[in-house]
């Protein structure tokens, strides 16, 4: 029997087991850290995963897919506007063409087979494509999410726990406002999984009724040709790298990434060993310093494993009374876009300013301070604007002009500037109780002001591979016995992200093609 040896436990790990396991190998996944998921766990556990089989997807088509997927390349080829951060220059042109008609062939297939193969379930998320504006766009239907879900308890003590602040509710329900405490409160005490423990939850049960043999506090060094040096000990098979990112690597983010990265929000276990140990195979590397990008904000005392880790901003940004300034008090992009645009745009060495008026203060939460919660030392607040500019070190004539500007426009809900509220995928993350559910102007005093500084969930470059998810050398041939797939492999978008869940949908597709390959080559 073919011996194939997994190496991480994410979204990635778990579907290239489970795959290879059905294919007829005997199966080990080894997992560095305590637990089981690694960054996957941390996340909402959405998946995009275009074409697949639930209702609201039933007008969408391959064709319509690599559509999109191609007009998203495009744009960013004609000057799509990113302003003066991370991936500047890069472009959408680094995709590859192969490996996303593959995963646009397999992500409906994949899909279903998860629900046929594990107790996992899909719910629909009510979210369009993050371009959805471009052809081949989709409305709600290419994103998923996991529906709640309660593992036996040998599998639910090894998952790994969620973030300290997110509470048992799914994706849908948070974007909707109808997460009921009653229910959260009866999912807490039952030991009921959502979001990304849910998805991790349901996979390792699987594997685990399939006969996959899991070792944890187990880190894979380096590869062997014949299988992976585990703790100093040759585990023999065919190995799958699915070890996640580099970015807790302080050597590899400021090689390939021009580091350091201050807004890291995955899991401490991503360290690089995936990726040295195809560098030391004869790897040859693409899209190395490209990211899942997103802006962050650091709350005193978040952490993960006494590591620090920052939150990502989302909703307080897009909503009605706020606006994002750069070191100069210029705005430089539109609030209300997808995480991964709007990271991607942010200054890589100084920090951008999230700026809210007492409006938005007394309707809103900003990170974990609900709205009649007092003010915490880390927001910064102050009678005027000229005032708060002196506090945030920010010049203060720029900041007043940029502020007048953009509340001249939002009284009307318009944005002359950056479009905010035109895409579809904008008012996702608005109020839609308002009369303009992103766009708000910041009159009522005092004002607030949040430093927000690049981050990232995870690195999206690494070894190369063929869609089936060999490794491959720099003259095109595998590397006998080596595979990848994840996020410590070269992404199949290049630097876009087409859509919410982008990052574990392609996870599950490549981790699947990848476990049947090393099973059956």
């Known amino acids: ?16 087991a489970l795959s290879a396991r059905e294919s007829g190998a005997e199966v080990t996944v080894v997992e560095a850290t305590p637990t089981i998921g690694g960054t996957t766990a941390l996340s909402s556990g959405a998946a995009w995963l275009p074409d697949n089989h639930l209702p609201l997807a039933a007008e969408d088509s391959p064709q319509r897919a690599r559509t999109y997927l191609s007009a998203l390349g495009r744009s960013d080829e004609n000057g799509h506007e990113y302003g003066h951060g991370f991936g500047h220059g890069h472009g959408f042109g680094a995709a590859d063409t192969a490996m996303s008609d593959r995963f646009v062939d ?18 629909t998320l009510p979210v369009p494509d993050c371009h959805g504006t ?7 239907g290419r994103s998923l999410e996991p529906r709640p879900f309660r593992a036996p308890p040998r599998v639910a003590a090894l998952v790994r726990a969620a973030l300290p602040w997110r509470s048992r509710a799914t994706l849908t329900e948070l974007l909707t406002g109808k997460a009921a405490p009653d229910l959260i409160e009866q999912r807490r005490q039952a030991g009921t999984h959502t979001a990304g423990q849910a998805l991790v939850a349901a996979l390792l049960t699987a594997a685990v009724d399939a006969g996959v043999t899991i070792r944890t506090h187990a880190r894979a060094t380096r590869f062997l040709g014949t299988g992976v040096a585990v703790d100093g000990t040759l585990l023999a098979g065919r190995v799958v790298l699915a070890t996640g990112g580099f970015e807790r690597d302080e050597v590899l983010v400021r090689r390939f990434l021009g580091g350091p990265i201050a807004g890291l929000t995955g899991a401490p276990g991503a360290r690089g ?27 005193p005392g978040d ?28 705005r430089f992009t539109n609030e209300a876009r997808n995480y991964h645009e709007v990271g991607r745009s942010l200054h890589p060495t100084e920090p951008s300013w999230l700026i809210v008026d007492a409006a938005h203060r007394r309707r ?27 506090l945030i070190d920010v010049p203060g004539d720029a900041l007043a002009k940029t502020i007048s500007r953009f509340n ?29 559910p992103t766009l708000g102007p910041l009159y009522a005093p005092p004002f607030y002001a949040v430093p927000v500084r690049p981050g990232l969930g995870g690195t999206s470059g690494g070894p190369r591979t063929d869609p089936d998810g060999r490794v491959l050398r720099d003259d095109g041939a595998a590397v006998p016995g080596l595979y990848a797939a994840g996020n410590v ?28 390959a090393a099973a059956g080559d």
Not at 134 to 140: N, R, S
Not at 304 to 318: F, G, N, Q, S
């Open 489 to 516: 492999a070269a992404g199949p978008f290049g630097s876009a992200y087409p859509g919410t869940g982008a990052t574990i949908g392609q996870a599950l597709v490549f981790g699947a093609q990848a476990g049947r």
């Open 303 to 330: 952490a993960i494993d006494d590591e620090p880790v920052h939150r990502i901003l989302l909703a307080e940004r897009a909503r009605p009374g706020a606006v994002l300034v750069d070191c100069d008090g210029h």
């Open 1 to 16: 029997m073919t011996s194939v040896v997994v190496v991480g436990s994410g979204a990635a790990g778990l579907a290239a």
């Open 273 to 299: 060993d995936g990726l040295r140990m195809a560098v030391a195979a004869g790897a040859t590397l693409h899209n190395t310093g490209q990211a899942w990008w997103c802006p962050t904000i650091r709350i």
């Open 408 to 436: 001249w426009a939002a009284a009307a809900g318009e944005d002359p500037d950056f479009d905010r509220g035109a895409n579809p995928y904008d008012g996702v993350m608005g109020d839609p109780g308002a009369v303009h």
């Open 364 to 390: 809103y939460p900003i990170g974990p301070v609900r709205p009649a919660d007092p003010d915490p030392d880390w927001l910064q607040r102050a009678c005027t604007l000229p005032e708060l500019a002196r």
């Open 106 to 123: 397999e992500a409906p297939r994949v899909a279903e087979w998860l629900e046929m193969k594990t107790p996992l379930r899909w719910a």
């Open 134 to 140: 471009l052809p081949g766009g989709y409305g709600a």
